[in-house]
């Protein structure tokens, strides 16, 4: 029997070894599981950021030699980028394949219909896509190239095509019928316009408004003329696609006029734009013609927008200069709806540059000629440039532009602000759109977010865990830590939609109450406490020790009832009946509804049963031998706890504080519905905010794959996956030397 009793339990043994191994193998399986799949979101966060951080290149597709020497005023190319073409002075219009086995012949050409002899050229902005021809009647003709794309026997088929805007009709700008010498125009949105310098010098602006008449439905175009004053010769002119401003640069000056009423044609602003010992070689207006851009022949472009003054209202202003070369001909380009422009120079140089980012993207040598005329293609992936007799064509690998460390962190100067700002605005209702990625403003709102939940929730838990597990009978703390933690089962969600849609308006509705409780409760639970101490032992014998707390729920819902009682009372006396009003005239803040205060009362909520759980236990588990050693040797609970209970649980609370941060910095939910989501930087507790998680959950979805601002939300992922693994980090150094110094007590 006892030699069976014997290899029973070497069994037992072995099968305990078996688990035992077991156990340990799959921890450390599963820990190391953990630490590789933290490395592979760390470099999928990499791999999808890292086409942001690409330089622009440009590269050589073709060269193709033009069939005779013409005199080419203007090029484009279609959206494939398989066709350019080319539009002659005289009026024809040159079609040549510039990609596939058919590269460099040409197409077709084709001639402008026109009633009159061409005098001069001009093209629209970029986006239009619009040409026109000034004649020796005082009339300009619009054209546009155009193409059909037709599918015979699946074979995809492009013809190029003229078309004529207006229905083929003339402008007539000078109503005196002179030759146009120089001109600009602009038709968009059924409104046209032109601006003029005729034969005789004068500068006419017309303004044609189509009118319909009602009996026989033909078009009737109602004109309005204008004669512009301008003091000496005219070099360039401009107008903006709405036709709401002109620009006449005449030497170095610039005359800016308000047209957006054209029978009162003002003058808005006289720029002296030229720079010290340089003079102005030209002028173009950036996609959206909210910027100015001149270039000096010192070789700097600099870049005008309105800005706000205190004497003058909005006036144009320098905001800020690209270097470039030094060159008597610096002709400026720009891209369809981005903030990009070109600059070509009669050396055969191109320089690249976005102004959002104020960053030099490309500059190289592309023609050991004068560039003549240049073309960028409506996708910017691709550049022509006409040089000599041939037509150079160029991929442009340009994706990310208005990407930089600087745009991203710094503060940067957009159109139309008055000054600097960290700006997060992705999206608009325009193509043009300056886009601002500043990831400034939602990392302070993570951090503000988080500050306020963690100011609500860490007195509560910690105090709360401290008091269950040191204080309370072992009886009601299997009550109370279950229940407590009971609340971290529920979902965001809820709180979020109830902070967002019952509390938010409740704290708006009764602030005074909020602030009242927050203020009396303390006191309340302080006062009740001294009090208890001053009755007679007879009575204080009757709670057994350890179930004290049950005497502050009843304190705790009267306080509740009588702020909210007294709310009214107290804005009346104090606030004038109105608190939002006090606090907006009076002390200058903004509220909102939706505002810090409500997110640190919800994500409070939430965080409090991740921190008292973890504290909870760290308290509890200190060394009953420990505690009553001390209490052994004179000391009293109090102290016992501070010096003692306290010191020995810190790593495990502090850890527990580090976990609830955690929680708060990475929830999405609550601060989603409960901010108000805007990207403001504001330490107010009156004013909303926009995190990083927040941010990444809404804007996501509508995000074009591959896109800037789809790159860069996985830039703030990954921003976000640092600030937490940061912090981590810190708190497990902290914990192992809090550890460290106290465990051998």
Known sequence: MSTSAQQKSFKTDKRRLFKDRFAQYSITAGGVMVLVALLLIFFY??????????????????????????????????????????????????????????????????????????????????????????????????VKPSFLVTFPGNERLITPRISYPLDGEQLLVDEQELAIAKFAFSYYED???????????????????????????????????TELDIDGRVNELLISPDTSRVFVRSANKVYIFDTRDPAEVELFQVLAANEENANLVSATLLAGANSLMLANDNGEVSQWFEVNTEDNGRQFAKIRAFETEKTNKLDIYTEYYRRTFFTT????????????????LWRGKISEQAIDTFAVSPRSNAVLSLSNNTLSVFEVHNEHPEVTWSALWNEVWYEGYPEPAYTWQSTSASDDFESKFSLVPISFGTIKAAMYAMLFAVPIAISAA???????????????????EIMEALPTVILGFLAGLWLAPLIETHLPAVIALVTLLPVAVIATAFGWTKLPASIRHLIPDGWHSILLIPVVLFIGWLSFAISGQIELWVFDGNVRQYLTNELGLTFDQRNSLVVGIAMGFAVIPTIFSIAEDAVFSVPKHLSNGSLALGATQWQTLVYVVLLTASPGIFSAVMMGLGRAVGETMIVLMATGNTPIMDWSIFQGMRTLAANIAVEMPESEVGSSHYRILFLAAFVLFIFTFVFNTLAEFVRQRLREKYSSM
């Open 45 to 142: 966060l990499l791999y999808v950021v890292e086409p942001i951080l690409e330089s622009a290149k440009v590269e050589k597709r073709t060269d193709v030699s033009l069939a005779s020497e013409k005199n080419y005023v203007g090029i484009g190319v279609e959206e494939q980028t398989e066709i350019a073409y080319l539009l002659e002075d005289s009026g024809s219009v040159d079609f040549y394949h510039i990609k596939g086995d058919n590269s460099g012949q040409l197409m077709k050409s084709l001639d402008v219909e026109l009633d009159g002899n061409i005098t001069t050229f001009a093209k629209s902005a970029p986006f239009l896509g619009l040409y026109a021809y000034g004649l020796d009647n005082g009339a300009i003709k619009l």
């Open 191 to 225: 409104k046209a316009a032109a601006v003029a310098l005729t034969e005789d010098k004068r500068v006419v602006f017309a303004a044609f408004t189509p009118e319909e008449n009602m009996f026989t439905g033909e078009v009737e175009w109602l004109i309005e003329r």
């Open 466 to 484: 401290i008091y269950t597990a040191y204080f309370m009978s072992s009886e009601l703390r299997r009550v109370v830590k279950p229940t407590v």
């Open 345 to 360: 120079t009669s050396s055969g140089d191109l320089g690249v540059y976005y102004t959002t980012s104020e960053a030099e």
